[in-house]
């Protein structure tokens, strides 16, 4: 199985604030790698698929980049509704695993 | 619109079963994969199994196998996922999400989740 492993497991941000978490695969992905959202008591909701490429009606304010096993996801200005928990997982091959969340709180 | 429409809470005793339904809508059922993963009080994101509504042999994570069985019914759009001997451990939402045969777009739609008790 391949294994994701994210970091920070959680940060204090302000509004206003750029935030990156990075992502880690134990071997390489090429680029089959996605970010989710999730608030509390939510499904998790689609951000970035393919590293880089934003789902539909998904703010600009948020990128990925990264290839092979290393990956970013960065919030440009961070805005109240994005205090949640993100989790990156990869797509390349089964099963689809999940990196162990970071939580992104308020500072 | 594109909807995963899952059924409602369980509560079950150490030991049962339970069986989550997972009707889709709103899109051609045979154009994507359905996922299940599950999710404990407090923690992450834990991929179960997928099934392909065109036929095959669904794939299960290696620690579930023997307990979990996902089967579909084309007729009604609908998965089901079934957990035998269940335990504390498995309490949980269990969620349904599609992800594209052909294509990049992964989980782009859930269920709504269904919180699954394991309780004496």
């Known amino acids: 199985d391949i294994q994701m492993t994210q970091s920070p497991s959680s940060l204090s941000a302000s509004v206003g604030d750029r935030v990156s978490i990075t992502c880690r695969a134990s071997q390489s992905i090429i680029t089959y790698l996605n970010w989710y959202q999730q608030k509390p008591g939510k499904a998790p909701k689609l951000l970035i698929y393919a590293a880089s490429t934003l789902q539909s009606g998904v703010p600009s304010r948020f990128s990925g980049s990264g290839s092979g096993a290393d990956f970013t996801l960065t919030i440009s200005s961070l805005q109240p509704e994005d205090f949640a928990t993100y989790y990156c997982q990869q797509s390349y091959s089964v099963p689809r695993t999940f990196g162990q969340g970071t939580r992104v709180e308020i500072k | 619109q594109v909807q995963l429409v899952q059924s409602g809470a369980e509560v079950k005793k150490p030991g049962a079963s339970v069986k989550v339904s997972c009707k889709a809508s709103?899109?051609?059922?045979?154009?994507?994969?359905i996922h299940w993963v599950r999710q404990a009080p407090g923690q992450g994101l834990e991929w179960m199994g997928i099934i392909n509504p065109n036929g095959g042999t669904p794939i299960y994570a290696l620690h579930l196998q023997g307990r979990v069985t996902m089967t579909w019914d084309t007729s009604t759009s609908t998965v089901y996922m079934e957990l035998s001997s269940l335990t504390s451990e498995d309490t949980a939402v269990y969620y349904c999400a599609r992800d594209q045969i052909r294509g990049l777009i992964p989980f782009d739609y859930w269920g709504q989740g269904t919180l699954v008790t394991v309780s004496s």
């Open positions: 709103g899109y051609t059922f045979t154009t994507h994969y």
